[in-house]
């Protein structure tokens, strides 16, 4: 499975984006997927997941709301909306798909694929 992110971007605080995760490949439509970002000397966190068919959708615990999850199978793509963009929420965003099972979503490496990442960057 290959992914590639786009939708990124240098934006102030308060506006919103919407990233995409395109994926390719025969296996993608079976694959759950998540969204995870990594600041600057920060681990990489999940910030949001959903399952193969698009009908689950998972947050982080710290996310309070201002993030939404979705799938569209027919254009196999990923989104995540931000919405209220915060400086803290500047990272490099990546999508990553596997089977997920046991939805342990949290954990990095229980995904096969991994994007290259879309970079956002909120100024105050």
């Known amino acids: 499975v290959h992914l590639e992110e786009s939708g990124g971007g240098l934006v102030q605080a308060g506006a919103s984006l919407r990233l995409s995760c395109a994926g390719s490949?025969?296996?993608?439509?079976?694959?759950?997927v998540a969204w995870f970002r990594q600041a600057p000397g920060d681990a990489r966190e999940l910030v949001a997941a959903i399952n193969w068919s698009g009908s689950k959708p998972f947050y982080a615990d710290s996310e309070n709301g201002r993030f939404t999850i979705s799938r569209d199978s027919a254009e196999s793509t990923v989104y995540l909306q931000i919405d209220n963009l915060k400086p803290e929420d500047t990272a490099v965003y990546y999508c990553?798909?596997?089977?997920?099972?046991?939805?342990?979503?949290?954990?990095?490496?229980?995904?096969?694929?991994w994007g290259q990442g879309t970079r956002v960057t909120v100024s105050s």
């Open positions: 990553a798909a596997g089977l997920l099972y046991n939805e342990n979503y949290y954990y990095p490496g229980e995904y096969d694929s």
């Open positions: 490949g025969p296996a993608f439509s079976g694959y759950a």
